[in-house]
Protein backbone atom coordinates (compact mmCIF):
# COMPACT_ATOMS: atom_id res chain seq x y z
CA UNK A 1 0.00 0.00 0.00
CA UNK A 2 2.98 2.18 0.74
CA UNK A 3 3.90 2.25 -3.02
CA UNK A 4 0.42 3.38 -4.04
CA UNK A 5 0.34 6.37 -2.17
CA UNK A 6 4.08 7.74 -2.55
CA UNK A 7 2.81 7.47 -6.60
CA UNK A 8 -0.01 9.08 -5.57
CA UNK A 9 1.58 12.09 -3.46
CA UNK A 10 3.05 13.75 -6.66
CA UNK A 11 -0.70 14.53 -7.97
CA UNK A 12 -2.85 14.28 -4.81
CA UNK A 13 -3.35 17.99 -4.19
CA UNK A 14 -4.27 18.67 -7.58
CA UNK A 15 -6.55 16.21 -7.87
CA UNK A 16 -8.43 17.54 -4.53
CA UNK A 17 -7.57 21.07 -5.23
CA UNK A 18 -11.12 21.61 -5.07
CA UNK A 19 -11.84 19.86 -1.78
CA UNK A 20 -13.21 21.76 0.81
CA UNK A 21 -10.78 21.37 3.22
CA UNK A 22 -11.77 24.92 5.20
CA UNK A 23 -15.39 23.22 5.56
CA UNK A 24 -14.88 19.97 5.77
CA UNK A 25 -12.84 21.08 8.93
CA UNK A 26 -15.69 23.09 10.28
CA UNK A 27 -17.91 20.58 10.11
CA UNK A 28 -15.54 18.10 12.08
CA UNK A 29 -15.12 20.99 14.65
CA UNK A 30 -18.83 21.05 14.74
CA UNK A 31 -18.85 17.29 15.79
CA UNK A 32 -16.41 17.56 18.32
CA UNK A 33 -17.91 20.28 19.87
CA UNK A 34 -20.75 18.05 20.33
CA UNK A 35 -18.85 15.92 22.68
CA UNK A 36 -17.26 19.06 24.22
CA UNK A 37 -13.76 19.19 22.37
CA UNK A 38 -13.82 22.62 21.51
CA UNK A 39 -9.88 22.87 21.63
CA UNK A 40 -7.04 20.16 22.98
CA UNK A 41 -4.62 17.57 21.34
CA UNK A 42 -5.91 15.60 18.18
CA UNK A 43 -4.35 13.08 16.58
CA UNK A 44 -4.93 12.20 13.15
CA UNK A 45 -4.51 8.79 11.37
CA UNK A 46 -4.11 9.07 7.87
CA UNK A 47 -3.15 12.55 7.29
CA UNK A 48 -2.50 12.49 3.70
CA UNK A 49 -0.69 16.07 2.64
CA UNK A 50 -1.85 17.58 5.98
CA UNK A 51 -4.36 20.29 4.63
CA UNK A 52 -7.43 18.93 7.16
CA UNK A 53 -4.65 19.52 10.03
CA UNK A 54 -3.91 22.98 8.88
CA UNK A 55 -7.56 23.60 8.87
CA UNK A 56 -7.98 22.20 12.31
CA UNK A 57 -5.15 24.19 13.29
CA UNK A 58 -6.23 27.40 12.39
CA UNK A 59 -9.21 26.30 14.59
CA UNK A 60 -7.17 26.06 17.68
CA UNK A 61 -6.99 22.31 18.00
CA UNK A 62 -3.31 20.94 17.94
CA UNK A 63 -2.48 18.13 15.91
CA UNK A 64 -0.32 15.54 15.31
CA UNK A 65 -0.92 13.84 11.87
CA UNK A 66 0.36 10.09 10.89
CA UNK A 67 0.34 8.69 7.12
CA UNK A 68 1.97 5.51 6.04
CA UNK A 69 3.49 7.57 3.15
CA UNK A 70 6.87 9.28 3.21
CA UNK A 71 5.93 11.17 0.48
CA UNK A 72 2.59 12.61 1.97
CA UNK A 73 4.49 13.24 4.74
CA UNK A 74 7.00 15.38 3.58
CA UNK A 75 4.44 17.28 1.60
CA UNK A 76 2.68 18.14 4.44
CA UNK A 77 6.24 18.90 6.44
CA UNK A 78 7.63 21.40 3.75
CA UNK A 79 3.90 23.33 3.75
CA UNK A 80 2.65 23.64 7.52
CA UNK A 81 3.53 27.08 8.93
CA UNK A 82 1.85 25.96 12.02
CA UNK A 83 3.73 25.25 15.38
CA UNK A 84 0.12 23.54 16.26
CA UNK A 85 1.13 20.88 13.46
CA UNK A 86 3.63 17.52 13.55
CA UNK A 87 3.73 15.17 11.15
CA UNK A 88 5.44 11.43 11.23
CA UNK A 89 5.30 8.29 8.82
CA UNK A 90 3.38 5.43 10.85
CA UNK A 91 0.87 3.18 9.88
CA UNK A 92 -3.05 3.36 11.59
CA UNK A 93 -2.91 0.17 12.36
CA UNK A 94 0.34 0.04 14.40
CA UNK A 95 1.24 3.44 15.28
CA UNK A 96 1.92 3.79 19.54
CA UNK A 97 3.16 7.09 20.28
CA UNK A 98 2.99 6.48 24.30
CA UNK A 99 0.44 9.89 24.36
CA UNK A 100 -3.35 10.57 24.60
CA UNK A 101 -5.06 12.68 23.01
CA UNK A 102 -8.28 15.06 23.42
CA UNK A 103 -9.70 13.42 19.92
CA UNK A 104 -8.37 11.16 17.28
CA UNK A 105 -10.07 11.88 13.82
CA UNK A 106 -9.37 9.89 10.53
CA UNK A 107 -10.87 11.24 6.99
CA UNK A 108 -10.69 10.63 3.44
CA UNK A 109 -12.13 6.84 3.98
CA UNK A 110 -8.75 5.50 5.75
CA UNK A 111 -10.99 3.04 7.31
CA UNK A 112 -12.36 1.72 4.09
CA UNK A 113 -9.00 1.22 2.94
CA UNK A 114 -8.75 -1.38 6.11
CA UNK A 115 -10.35 -4.29 3.71
CA UNK A 116 -10.16 -6.79 6.61
CA UNK A 117 -11.32 -7.44 9.96
CA UNK A 118 -7.74 -7.52 11.23
CA UNK A 119 -6.89 -4.40 9.70
CA UNK A 120 -9.97 -2.47 10.71
CA UNK A 121 -10.07 -3.63 14.37
CA UNK A 122 -6.22 -2.87 14.71
CA UNK A 123 -6.75 0.98 13.49
CA UNK A 124 -9.80 1.43 15.61
CA UNK A 125 -7.55 -0.21 18.53
CA UNK A 126 -5.13 2.88 17.48
CA UNK A 127 -7.51 5.35 18.12
CA UNK A 128 -8.65 4.20 20.90
CA UNK A 129 -5.31 3.44 22.51
CA UNK A 130 -4.42 6.83 21.83
CA UNK A 131 -7.63 8.87 23.18
CA UNK A 132 -7.96 9.98 27.06
CA UNK A 133 -11.03 8.38 28.74
CA UNK A 134 -14.07 9.87 27.18
CA UNK A 135 -12.37 11.11 24.04
CA UNK A 136 -13.72 11.56 20.85
CA UNK A 137 -12.98 9.45 18.12
CA UNK A 138 -14.82 10.68 14.35
CA UNK A 139 -13.94 8.81 11.01
CA UNK A 140 -15.78 8.82 7.69
CA UNK A 141 -16.02 5.63 5.46
CA UNK A 142 -18.01 4.35 2.51
CA UNK A 143 -21.36 3.50 3.60
CA UNK A 144 -22.66 -0.66 2.49
CA UNK A 145 -26.54 0.58 2.07
CA UNK A 146 -25.41 3.38 -0.30
CA UNK A 147 -22.83 1.59 -2.64
CA UNK A 148 -25.16 -1.65 -3.35
CA UNK A 149 -27.88 0.65 -4.42
CA UNK A 150 -25.91 3.29 -6.63
CA UNK A 151 -22.82 1.21 -7.44
CA UNK A 152 -19.35 2.82 -8.52
CA UNK A 153 -19.25 3.80 -12.27
CA UNK A 154 -16.33 4.13 -14.55
CA UNK A 155 -14.98 7.68 -14.61
CA UNK A 156 -12.76 10.22 -15.96
CA UNK A 157 -10.95 13.18 -14.37
CA UNK A 158 -8.95 15.79 -15.88
CA UNK A 159 -7.26 18.84 -14.07
CA UNK A 160 -4.06 21.00 -14.48
CA UNK A 161 -2.08 23.86 -12.82
CA UNK A 162 1.31 25.89 -14.05
CA UNK A 163 3.01 22.52 -13.69
CA UNK A 164 1.25 19.37 -15.13
CA UNK A 165 -1.69 18.00 -16.28
CA UNK A 166 -3.32 15.01 -15.04
CA UNK A 167 -6.29 12.56 -16.15
CA UNK A 168 -7.24 9.90 -14.04
CA UNK A 169 -9.41 6.84 -15.65
CA UNK A 170 -11.27 5.09 -12.53
CA UNK A 171 -12.68 1.31 -13.49
CA UNK A 172 -14.36 -0.11 -10.27
CA UNK A 173 -14.90 -3.70 -10.05
CA UNK A 174 -17.07 -4.73 -6.92
CA UNK A 175 -16.43 -8.06 -5.13
CA UNK A 176 -20.37 -8.04 -3.12
CA UNK A 177 -18.93 -11.48 -0.94
CA UNK A 178 -15.68 -9.23 0.41
CA UNK A 179 -17.60 -6.00 0.63
CA UNK A 180 -14.59 -4.39 -1.61
CA UNK A 181 -15.04 -2.26 -4.58
CA UNK A 182 -11.05 -2.41 -6.12
CA UNK A 183 -11.06 1.20 -7.94
CA UNK A 184 -8.27 0.90 -10.62
CA UNK A 185 -6.76 4.11 -11.90
CA UNK A 186 -4.83 4.76 -14.81
CA UNK A 187 -2.97 8.17 -14.28
CA UNK A 188 -1.26 10.09 -16.84
CA UNK A 189 1.01 13.22 -15.46
CA UNK A 190 2.39 15.52 -18.20
CA UNK A 191 4.81 17.78 -17.26
CA UNK A 192 3.79 21.39 -19.39
CA UNK A 193 7.18 22.51 -19.58
CA UNK A 194 9.16 19.55 -20.96
CA UNK A 195 6.85 17.97 -22.46
CA UNK A 196 7.52 14.37 -20.28
CA UNK A 197 4.58 11.96 -19.89
CA UNK A 198 4.48 9.51 -16.76
CA UNK A 199 1.65 6.75 -16.76
CA UNK A 200 0.86 5.25 -13.12
CA UNK A 201 -1.24 2.29 -12.78
CA UNK A 202 -2.33 1.79 -9.14
CA UNK A 203 -5.07 0.18 -7.43
CA UNK A 204 -7.14 1.24 -4.08
CA UNK A 205 -8.82 -1.98 -2.49
CA UNK A 206 -12.06 0.01 -1.21
CA UNK A 207 -14.34 -1.89 1.51
CA UNK A 208 -17.88 -0.64 1.79
CA UNK A 209 -19.10 -0.50 5.53
CA UNK A 210 -21.95 -1.50 7.96
CA UNK A 211 -23.10 -0.32 11.35
CA UNK A 212 -23.62 -3.05 13.13
CA UNK A 213 -20.26 -4.26 12.23
CA UNK A 214 -18.72 -0.86 13.24
CA UNK A 215 -21.06 -1.13 17.06
CA UNK A 216 -19.56 -4.35 17.86
CA UNK A 217 -15.70 -3.39 16.49
CA UNK A 218 -15.56 -0.02 18.27
CA UNK A 219 -16.60 -2.00 21.41
CA UNK A 220 -14.79 -4.52 20.94
CA UNK A 221 -11.36 -1.95 21.64
CA UNK A 222 -13.20 0.15 24.41
CA UNK A 223 -15.45 2.47 22.50
CA UNK A 224 -19.24 3.30 21.84
CA UNK A 225 -20.67 4.93 18.81
CA UNK A 226 -22.40 8.33 19.70
CA UNK A 227 -23.46 8.70 16.17
CA UNK A 228 -23.80 7.68 12.67
CA UNK A 229 -24.56 10.09 9.72
CA UNK A 230 -24.20 11.57 6.57
CA UNK A 231 -20.91 13.33 5.46
CA UNK A 232 -20.93 16.92 6.07
CA UNK A 233 -24.31 16.70 7.25
CA UNK A 234 -26.65 15.80 9.79
CA UNK A 235 -29.51 13.79 7.98
CA UNK A 236 -29.59 10.10 8.82
CA UNK A 237 -28.28 7.67 6.67
CA UNK A 238 -30.34 5.65 4.27
CA UNK A 239 -29.90 3.45 1.29
CA UNK A 240 -28.71 6.48 -0.84
CA UNK A 241 -26.13 7.60 1.71
CA UNK A 242 -22.85 6.80 -0.19
CA UNK A 243 -20.37 8.58 2.50
CA UNK A 244 -20.83 8.19 6.17
CA UNK A 245 -19.61 9.85 9.14
CA UNK A 246 -19.40 7.99 12.93
CA UNK A 247 -18.68 9.61 16.05
CA UNK A 248 -17.84 7.10 18.54
CA UNK A 249 -16.41 7.50 22.26
CA UNK A 250 -13.32 5.96 24.53
CA UNK A 251 -15.17 4.51 27.39
Same mark, same amino acid.
Given at each position: M???FDAYAAYYD???RDKDYPGEAR???SLLRKQGVSQ $????ELGCGTGKHAEQLARLGYSVQGIDLSPSMID???RRSASDRTRFEVGDARSARLNRTFNAAISLFHVASYQTTNDDLAAMLATAAIHLKTGGIFVFDFWYGP $???TDPPTHRVKHLEDEAIQVTRTATPTLHPNENVVDVHYAVQVKQNKSGQVANIEETHHMRYLFLPELTFMLQSVGMEMLRAGRWMSD???DSRSWQAVVTARRT
Open positions: TEVLLYYVQ $GDLLIAR $GVLEEL
